[in-house]
T-cell receptor
């Protein structure tokens, strides 16, 4: 069975400081992992994905995430937060158990960026 | 990038009426479409998966007769909430993927309010 745990429901940072959004997963098979961002009243946008290639994945808008199998983690980071990063972020897992046909979402982390 | 158009973006209806939500892939052929439901401050919950030309696969606990899904073409899937009740009020989001691609493209969502 697959599941995703986002440890923090809310994260607040000051503009220009680093961002860390935590995600842990469980999967019986080698997973594919994604981070999506949802701005208010908008659809979800893919930030980055990991699909068994390089463990450090770079995404859009300066975000990156590192796949750590030993820790079953896929934390999202950004060196310097921008006001426009304020949004809700979802960590997502899928694997070949369901032929990558099912995507399991974490509960989301709302990022607040203070000026 | 690929675009998924979902409409209406919001709809208010009376209890007992039916509401249809459309999801279109504008520049690619969506072999698989997914329908999610999102309650306030919660994550996305997969309702059903539909493949073009075949019956949708519903997740456990989702009523097939209440949430009718049609995926008649490679660019269009519809979700009809039949005999809507206030407890059906929610944010519904569709997503689509092309072929065996693992990446999902999301619509902007539909806020349904049932009075």
């Amino acid at each position: 069975a697959q599941s995703v745990t986002q440890l923090d429901s809310h994260v607040s940072v000051s503009e220009g400081t680093p961002v860390l959004l935590r995600c842990n997963y469980s999967s019986s098979y080698s997973p594919s992992l994604f981070w999506y961002v949802q701005h208010p009243n908008k659809g979800l946008q893919l930030l980055l994905k990991y699909t068994s290639a390089a463990t450090l994945v770079k995404g859009i808008n300066g975000f990156e995430a590192e796949f750590k199998k030993s820790e079953t983690s896929f934390h999202l980071t950004k060196p310097s937060a921008h006001m426009s990063d304020a949004a809700e972020y979802f960590c997502v897992v899928s694997d070949r158990e369901n032929n990558f046909n099912k995507f399991y979402f974490g509960s989301g982390t709302k990022l607040n960026v203070k000026p | 990038g690929a675009v998924v158009s979902q409409h209406p973006s919001w709809v208010i209806c009376k209890s007992g009426t039916s509401v249809k939500i459309e999801c279109r892939s504008l520049d690619f052929q969506a072999t698989t479409m997914f329908w999610y439901r999102q309650f306030p401050k919660q994550s996305l919950m997969l309702m059903a998966t539909s493949n073009e030309g075949s019956k949708a696969t519903y997740e456990q606990g989702v009523e097939k007769d209440k949430f009718l899904i049609n995926h008649a073409s490679l660019t269009l899937s519809t979700l009809t909430v039949t005999s809507a009740h206030p407890e059906d009020s929610s944010f519904y989001i569709c997503s689509a993927r092309e072929g065996s691609e693992e990446k999902l493209f999301f619509g902007s969502g539909t806020q349904l309010s049932v009075l």
